[in-house]
């Protein structure tokens, strides 16, 4: 959608040479036609699949198929969850950041909310919001479907807002004002200066939410909530059945239908999206290397997509500007105070007092299920904190130490760099949740196994980001630091020292901040889990929650979750935080 | 452009502007006084002044950007409030969106307007044509070089078909040939009245350039910004900048900038005051103490004397980089300023003279002996058993009598010359002063 939003502003209405010359005169036009016109049938049929099992009665006890044919349609089930989540997921995420940006006393609450929000595990929303859609549709698959959406939602749409938030506050000034002097309105401040100027960082977030879909999708097809058992059928719970009924060919089948999906979307839709949003980047010079992706190219020939674009896409949004630049015209009128509130303030007590009561409501019914906790449950909940505090701080620990050298090797030598990355990339993409049943097949056997498996897990799920930011802080090392480093011939320990570590630094904290969130959010996987037909679990805050939440006991759920997201914010504050502005200060490369 | 325009109503008035910020203990930082400014049809008037005086605030007050503290903004004689004033910016950095066209850019302010397509590209491609920039039409900014994104900048601007066209710092992001060439391009266009503004305001730091360009110079004092002096050019466009006249006018402004300020001798009838009710600090030029090292050099070489104006002519600089240097020199006792000739004095020649470790001890005494700041800093330190104090107790100090920005430049300024002076020397990762014990 953003895509369209953009482009279509354009007067001229294609980007000129990539696709009106070439492709009107293609010989091969017809036949990519031709490919576009089979896939949107294949579409269709999907479509009506679907809607045929959403609207189909509830099965609450679905037989997971494990034959592999089911694969496709299975693939095809949970992409689409992952996708509608992600609609979802970026249109929040756009309309509470842009929220939060606006307005400076929705900003004090909204932002240290998201802070909260993205500490709180995907499980611990699990019983509200399955209990709720299942009220809601209690004879329809769809209301299961939807509970399923929604829990996949609450994993990829905080950093989205967050993403989208810090952009809009960081418009440079004289672009803000020249929208101001120039009279936009709201609409085409949005269409040509916000969401252009925020792109970037949504299409990476982007990915890594939807990363993180693929993450926790088993725990969101299938699980069980006191003695009520929901499953969905998908890709994720496929693998659980294969995995809790230790059925090693289904699970290895499993396992390569969503590596090759994932591979497909990443060279499908990844790839390319991020080429053309190399357009938004905020820069003076154009950057030295230009690469063209395949799939623009392939759209870009096919005369139908063209014509679709041209005579529908386009004239809907020029007429969606003028009909906002009407208002425009009437808002210039105040333009000499263009940051002034309207003060309207019976809104802000109506929301103000509404927000508060729900709150108290809230807190008091929290307090009372809490309250019957006695005080052994509480020692046990912190004592499971501390474990899984070790665990994923260890886990941080091991990831740092093998990342940070293969990382600045990758980053310092760029021939190596070109065969690694897309190689690291797509083992990155794979979701570690789906590489653990087999992991846990060799793994269980031994003493402590449970224990490396779920450090491991911890590890597989969160090492990648601390990697991608010590290569990237590896490369940005300027080169004339390097060459000094050589001719003063530092050995190795000095170069470390005092070239690679301190010019890493900023790139490492933040690695190392987004891999303890995760590490922490994928305990509730990595402790717990059903396996050969029974559970394997090992003490901690995430086994906690996903045990609560399995057995109904809300009060420790509850429990569990406040100390967790309290843990959580804590450490940001206390330790990242401080790293994070030091780096920005003290371990800023300079020009 | 002659004075007897200025009989017409001005398009815009601004009557007693003033900006502060109010403090939490009641008192105001004071950044621009009360000030008259008054923009007459038919006239190009440049504010001059060195940078971070408030120019472009004042500029930002004009237009409605900023609202102003005090005072009043009319347009043709209404409330700016009240008006919806049709102006057009230029910006320093461009501020030109990189993921439009170069005729998406020129056409967004049109289609704010609700201006159908057909007519949009007719004007944008006009306008496009007249700043000579057909053919780029459907590039992106980034494709540009500096010169051909502000004429992006300036067709934006024109394409609304401003009353008043107001430029920040226009030229001062590029190279002095392009800057030349677009000073020359923009007159012709007004020259020639290709365009229908009525009046140019330019912000400006280059002297040449708003000799070259205005016919009503206003140069602004600064701390705070108030008006110093006011010139009006009557020299015949194409002005060259070699003609006796033009070279008079530079070196006249010259004396103005480099006169102490006592703001009010040459125009009494809008002169600002100074309206900060505290104690008098001396504000620190920011310098380090090695440029003020390099003018005394090449002025005992030029035989202790020479005109600022030739000086920085000869040295291709802008006041910018001349002026702080100057005041520097002033402040420390070793130069004068007369009828706008430099003259070094005994201490400034024994400076020049001298090698790094002496250079070092006459900056120390000139220093303690001429910087109130810098002695202030010296006592609270040697008061403290341990000759330490942090940077931010100077900072707290600063910021009574400055804005949070200028606060921490004096202060950075004040810790590069304590520590070429050797009076104290600073940690940065603590962000301690130690006492340098002699």
């Given amino acids: 959608m953003p895509r369209n939003a953009i482009a279509a502003q354009s007067p001229a209405p294609l980007p000129p040479g990539l696709v009106r010359a070439r492709g009107a005169h293609s010989r091969w036009a017809f036949l990519i036609d031709l490919g576009v016109l089979i896939f949107v049938f294949a579409a269709i049929y999907g479509v009506y699949s679907i809607g045929r099992s959403w609207l189909g009665p509830a099965v609450p006890g679905a037989k997971i198929s494990q034959r592999p044919s089911i694969l496709p349609l299975y693939a095809l089930y949970s992409l689409v969850r992952i996708s509608v989540a992600y609609a979802f997921s970026l249109a929040f995420a756009l309309g509470y950041g842009y929220v939060a940006a606006s307005s400076r006393r929705a900003e004090i609450i909204l932002v240290p909310l998201l802070d909260i929000l993205q500490s709180i595990p995907v499980l611990s929303f699990l019983p509200g919001v399955m209990v709720a859609m299942v009220a809601l549709f209690p004879n329809r698959q769809v209301g299961l479907e939807i509970g399923s959406i929604l829990l996949i939602f609450t994993g990829q749409v905080w950093n989205i807002a967050f993403s989208f938030y810090s952009s809009l506050k960081t418009v440079p000034r004289e672009l803000r004002e020249a929208a101001i002097i120039y009279r936009f309105g709201r609409w085409q401040k949005f269409a040509q200066l916000d969401l252009p100027f925020s792109t970037i960082g949504l299409v990476w977030n982007s990915m890594m939410s939807v990363a993180g879909g693929w993450f926790f999708l088993m725990a969101c097809e299938m699980f069980v909530l006191g003695d009520r058992d929901f499953r969905l059928p998908g890709l994720g719970s496929y693998l659980q059945t294969a995995a809790s009924h230790g059925d090693t060919r289904a699970l290895l089948w499993g396992v390569g239908t969503m590596i090759g999906v994932i591979v497909l979307l990443d060279q499908v839709i990844w790839r390319p999206v991020i080429l053309w949003a190399d357009k938004f980047k905020f820069e003076q010079v154009e950057s030295g290397d230009k690469s063209r992706h395949s799939i623009l190219t392939f759209l870009g020939k096919a005369s139908f997509v063209i014509r679709a674009y041209r005579f529908l896409v386009l004239p809907f949004f020029s007429r969606l500007t003028l009909v906002f630049a009407g208002g425009a015209r009437r808002a210039a009128r105040t333009f000499s105070h263009p940051k002034a509130e309207q003060s309207r303030p019976w809104i802000g007590w109506i929301l103000g007092s509404t927000v508060l009561v729900g709150l108290g409501f809230a807190i008091f019914h929290a307090g009372s299920e809490i309250a019957g906790l006695h005080r052994e449950d509480y020692s046990a909940l912190l004592r499971s904190a501390a474990l899984t505090f070790l665990r994923v701080n260890a886990a941080l620990l091991i990831g740092a130490l093998w990342t940070v050298p293969v990382g600045v090797a990758i980053g310092f030598n760029p021939r190596f760099a070109r065969i690694a990355q897309p190689l690291v990339q797509i083992a990155a993409s794979i979701p570690a949740t789906a590489l653990f049943p087999v992991i846990l097949l060799f793994l269980i056997r031994m003493r402590g196994g449970l224990e490396i498996a779920a450090m491991g897990l911890m590890l597989l799920g969160t090492q990648w980001y601390i990697l991608f930011n010590v290569i990237a802080g590896a490369m940005a090392i300027p080169t004339d630091l390097k060459e000094a480093s050589r001719i003063y011939r530092f050995g190795r320990w000095a170069r470390w020292r005092y070239l690679i570590l301190p010019g890493i630094f900023p790139y490492l904290v933040t690695g190392l901040l987004t891999a303890s969130g995760g590490a922490w959010n994928a305990s509730i996987v990595a402790e717990y889990f059903h396996f050969q037909g029974r559970i394997v679990s090992t003490a901690g805050l995430g086994s906690t929650i996903s045990r609560a939440s399995d057995s109904g006991r809300f009060d420790i759920l509850l429990a569990a979750t406040l100390i967790m997201a309290t843990v959580v914010v804590l450490i940001n504050r206390l330790l990242w935080r401080r790293l994070y502005r030091l780096a920005s200060t003290r371990f800023k490369l300079e020009s | ?438």
């Fill in chain 2, 1 to 438: 452009m002659t004075t007897s325009t200025i009989a017409v109503e001005p398009i815009i008035e601004a009557r007693r502007l003033e900006k502060y910020y109010p403090q939490p203990d009641g008192s105001r930082i004071q950044v621009i006084a009360p000030t008259d400014i008054a923009i007459f049809p038919g006239q190009i008037i440049a504010l001059l002044g060195p940078s971070g005086c408030g120019k472009s605030t004042m500029l930002r007050m004009l237009t409605g950007l900023s609202p102003v503290s005090a005072g009043s903004v009319l347009w043709h004689g209404h409330p700016l409030s009240d008006e919806s004033p049709n102006v057009g910016i230029v910006f320093q950095s461009f501020a030109l969106f990189p993921w439009l066209t170069v005729l998406e850019n020129v056409e967004a302010p049109l289609e704010a307007r609700g201006m159908p397509r057909l007519e949009r590209d007719k004007r944008a491609l006009r306008i496009i044509d007249a700043v000579g920039l057909d053919g780029f039409e459907s590039a992106y900014p980034k494709e540009l070089s500096g010169g051909m994104k502000q004429r992006v900048g300036v067709a934006r601007a024109l394409v609304v078909e401003p009353e008043v066209l107001f430029m920040d710092e226009p030229f001062s992001a590029l190279d002095v040939l392009t800057a030349e060439t677009l000073r020359g391009e923009l007159l012709e266009l007004w020259l020639d009245k290709k365009i229908p503004t009525r009046a140019i305001f330019i912000v400006t730091h280059n002297i040449e350039e708003a000799v070259e360009l205005a016919d009503r110079i206003i140069v602004l004092g600064r701390n705070p910004a108030h008006i110093h002096a006011n010139f009006t050019v009557d020299i015949a466009h194409p002005r060259d900048h070699k003609m006796p006249e033009f070279v008079e006018l530079v070196d006249a402004i010259y004396r103005a900038l480099t006169k102490p300020d006592h703001a009010g001798e040459l125009i009494p009838a809008s002169e600002g005051t100074h309206a900060t009710g505290k104690k008098h600090i001396i504000m620190l030029p920011h310098t380090r103490p090695g440029g003020v090292a390099g003018l005394m050099e090449i002025l005992a070489d030029q035989g202790g004397k020479a005109d600022l104006h030739q000086l920085a002519r000869d040295l291709s600089l802008e006041v910018d980089a001349l002026l702080p240097a100057v005041d520097t020199a002033v402040l420390l006792g070793m130069l004068k300023v007369e009828e706008g000739d430099a003259i070094i004095t005994p201490e400034g020649q024994e400076f020049a003279a001298a090698d790094i470790q002496q250079r070092k001890a006459i900056f120390r005494k000139a220093a303690l002996a001429n910087v109130p700041l810098l002695r202030q800093m010296e006592q609270a330190l040697k008061a403290k058993a341990n000759r330490t104090l942090p940077a931010e107790f100077f900072h707290d100090l600063l910021d009574e009598h400055f804005s949070e920005e200028e606060a921490h430049r004096q202060l950075e300024t004040a810790l590069q010359w304590g520590r070429y002076a050797e009076i104290f020397d600073y940690d940065a990762s603590t962000g301690k002063l130690i006492l340098t014990e002699s």
